[in-house]
């Protein structure tokens, strides 16, 4: 497996793209501003690649940030949805294996009352 940049990264990365401004991207994250200015610069130094064009209060995507943003936003899309689906699937299992528990022990508990009985 590759090693890939950190997904918290990558998610900060993403918030702040997609809302042009570190200090938003913060309160949307629940973090400061300084903590995604943190990982943006991460981020970058991993990638070795400027993402963002900075300038006093606001940020713009370079080219590589605007590429890097439509393929994350796709990939954190079906991430979300893979997970939302798997939450689905295990909460459905989990009752249908309980119904499947409960019905081998009663088939197990009358086959021991059908032994005992001539």
């Given at each position: 497996?590759?090693?890939?940049?950190?997904?918290?990264?990558?998610?900060?990365?993403?918030?702040a793209?997609?809302?042009?401004?570190?200090?938003?991207?913060?309160?949307?994250?629940?973090?400061?501003?300084?903590?995604?200015?943190?990982?943006?610069?991460?981020?970058?130094?991993?990638?070795?690649?400027?993402?963002?064009?900075?300038?006093?209060r606001?940020?713009?995507?370079?080219?590589?940030?605007?590429?890097?943003?439509?393929?994350?936003?796709?990939?954190l899309?079906?991430?979300?949805?893979?997970?939302?689906?798997?939450?689905?699937?295990?909460?459905?299992?989990?009752?249908?294996?309980?119904a499947?528990?409960?019905?081998?022990?009663?088939?197990a508990?009358?086959?021991?009352?059908?032994?005992?009985?001539?």
């Amino acid at each position: 497996m590759k090693n890939n940049p950190p997904l918290k990264a990558i998610r900060t990365f993403e918030a702040a793209a997609r809302l042009s401004n570190f200090r938003e991207a913060a309160d949307e994250l629940s973090v400061t501003a300084s903590a995604v200015s943190h990982q943006i610069r991460q981020l970058e130094d991993y990638l070795q690649k400027t993402l963002f064009n900075r300038s006093d209060r606001r940020v713009s995507l370079t080219s590589a940030g605007e590429y890097y943003f439509r393929e994350v936003s796709q990939a954190l899309t079906c991430i979300d949805q893979a997970t939302d689906k798997l939450r689905d699937l295990q909460s459905t299992r989990v009752l249908k294996i309980s119904a499947a528990v409960c019905l081998t022990l009663a088939d197990a508990a009358f086959v021991g009352v059908l032994q005992r009985a001539p």
